[in-house]
């Protein structure tokens, strides 16, 4: 995609710039900016996954050094930055929560993690002040902007990254094939796992968020000028891509 000199210097400055511009502050489907939503986090998600194996997996794929620096979008109670710290030179951890905040720098406190900056900003109004870095991680948080929006986000992204930059996005993606069978299957394994908490949240990011198909990313990545390395979609509705920066 061409991008002209005004967007471009529009995209890297959209705090408090357009008064058109989507309100990522304000939380869709689970309220993440409510302390007592935060507090139960990591716990019901250990329901359905293991957070901390899953970012030693990420950091693996990502091949992670020690002079190596990563934005976190969405980094939510910051299991994900402090792994990531611990390998890598600094982690830019933004949420737009701040109870996510809060917690995951106590806990990066309390982990003796010192490397870890962070912002409370999002996907549309983080502006990266440092040199661009080698790496951008977003789990489960993507889902949160509409795909319009979702699509300035990723030019954004790639004006942060390094030449050969990489991108990684883990989140709900839907293959277009049999989509309401398998939502259904997710919503009936989401509850044997979690019961009637992990179904409703399963529920209610289908109802209210804005999970999007594989192809629409797969063109949103493109014309934002990334190439994907790696694709999967576990189930027809858990999307893992792995992209470099052209
Ligand atoms: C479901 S949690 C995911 C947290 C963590 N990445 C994980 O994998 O467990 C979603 C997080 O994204 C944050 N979030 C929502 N909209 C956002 C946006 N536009 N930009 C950045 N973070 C956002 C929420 O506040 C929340 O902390």
């Not at 889902?143 to 979702?150: A, E, G, I, S």
């Not at 050969?164 to 394994?189: E, P, R, T, W």
Request: aromatic share 10%; charged share 25%.
């Amino acid at each position: 995609m061409v991008v002209n000199q005004v967007c471009k210097q529009i995209l890297l400055k959209m705090r408090n710039h357009i008064s058109w511009q989507y309100d990522e502050f304000k939380q869709v489907g689970r309220d993440y900016g409510s302390k007592a939503e935060v507090d139960v986090y990591d716990s019901s998600h250990a329901d359905f996954r293991d957070i901390e194996a899953e970012s030693d997996r990420v950091l693996d794929v990502l091949k992670i050094g020690s002079t190596d620096t990563l934005i976190d979008f969405g980094s939510g109670t910051g299991v994900f930055a402090i792994q990531a710290a611990r390998r890598c030179s600094k982690v830019y951890a933004v949420d737009v929560s701040q109870a996510m905040l809060a917690l995951a720098s106590t806990r990066a406190g309390q982990a003796g993690v010192s490397n870890i900056e962070f912002h409370h900003a999002g996907f549309l109004t983080y502006e990266h002040g440092d040199r661009p870095v080698d790496a951008i991680v977003t789990t489960f948080a993507f889902h949160h902007l509409p795909d319009f929006w979702k699509g300035i986000a990723l030019q954004r992204m790639n004006y942060m990254l390094q030449p050969g930059g990489q991108l990684y996005i883990h989140d709900v993606i839907m293959d277009a094939n049999d989509a309401l069978a398998n939502i259904s299957a997710f919503v009936q394994k989401q509850a044997a796992a979690g019961g009637d908490f992990l179904r409703e949240d399963a529920e209610g990011h289908f109802r209210e968020e804005y999970s999007t198909y594989d192809w629409v990313m797969d063109g949103l990545l493109a014309r934002s000028g990334f190439t994907v390395r790696s694709k999967h979609i576990d189930d027809g509705v858990l999307g893992t891509y792995l992209c470099a920066k052209n």
